[in-house]
């Protein structure tokens, strides 16, 4: 069979990826997906995708690996390590073999799992590090201008896909927050026409909801409900 050249190897990674984008899957398993992918086109032993918390630690959110090992690797801080220098400084960086850079944490589970070359590339969106995409070799690897602008691609593709999850989860809290701040507005006015005060009746919503552990959206709900059966 012959060898795939690097673009070939590109434009199969790029449009497996795309498909997965465009499909309905959950957002971890487009990453999983992705990393996935991205390791079978590009040969690698290990790739994985790390995403800044709100501790603004790099964190472990996908990889391929079945290490639990590497799975269980704590948090880097920014700076720290490989892939906190790429997240810190917002540009990739290439090691020739982990295991004998100082600037890598886990030489003892690069030993372990027989890691050698890393590629780690930022992932950003509109300049804001959100993570970082690192992609490992077992053997030594000089990586080329054209496996480096695919690794580069698939990030930002990622870094889009993770930031429009996140709005989709945004705006759907802040619909849901409208909601049930209408429902409380109308459980009130049911409340005020039985003779109590504005303040009265959200204390009564708010009391019952802690009494009963309850959202108040739902003590909302109840009290509209038994009003309209009463009607």
Same mark, same amino acid.
């Given at each position: ?8 190897k590109q434009?199969?990674?790029l449009?497996k =990826?795309?498909q997965?984008i465009?499909s309905d ?10 990393v ?6 590009m040969? !690698? ?11 603004n630690?790099?964190?472990? $959110?996908?990889?391929?690996? &079945?290490?639990e090992?590497?799975?269980? $690797? ?13 997240a ?20 003892d =589970? ?6 050698c070359?890393?590629? !780690? ?7 804001? =590090? ?6 490992y ?6 990586f080329?201008?054209?496996?480096i602008?695919?690794l &580069? ?6 870094a889009i896909?993770?930031e ?16 049930t ?19 009265e ?9 802690m009494d009963?552990?309850?959202?108040m959206r ?6 509209i409900l ?6």
């Amino acid at each position: 069979m012959p060898r795939k050249s690097p673009y070939s190897k590109q434009i199969e990674a790029l449009s497996k =990826i795309s498909q997965a984008i465009s499909s309905d899957l959950y957002l971890e398993d487009i990453l999983k997906l992705i990393v996935t992918v991205t390791a079978e086109v590009m040969n !690698s032993k290990i790739c994985s995708l790390m995403l800044l918390n709100e501790k603004n630690e790099l964190v472990l $959110k996908a990889t391929q690996s &079945i290490s639990e090992e590497y799975k269980k $690797k704590p948090p880097l801080k920014l700076g720290e390590g490989i892939a906190g220098i790429v997240a810190k400084e917002n540009r990739p960086i290439i090691v020739e073999d982990v295991k004998k850079d100082p600037r890598y944490i886990h030489r003892d =589970i690069a030993e372990k799992e027989g890691l050698c070359s890393l590629a !780690s590339v930022p992932l950003s969106v509109k300049g804001k =590090i959100i993570g970082v995409f690192n992609l490992y070799t077992s053997t030594p690897h000089k990586f080329t201008k054209g496996e480096i602008e695919t690794l &580069i691609t698939v990030a930002n593709q990622a870094a889009i896909v993770i930031e429009n999850s996140r709005l989709l989860v945004q705006t759907k809290v802040i619909q849901e927050e409208l909601e049930t701040r209408k429902l409380v507005e109308r459980a009130k006015g049911i409340l005020m026409k039985q003779g109590l005060s504005e303040e009265e009746a959200f204390r009564k919503i708010q009391k019952k909801s802690m009494d009963l552990r309850k959202p108040m959206r739902e003590i909302a709900e109840a009290i509209i409900l038994s009003d309209e059966i009463q009607k």
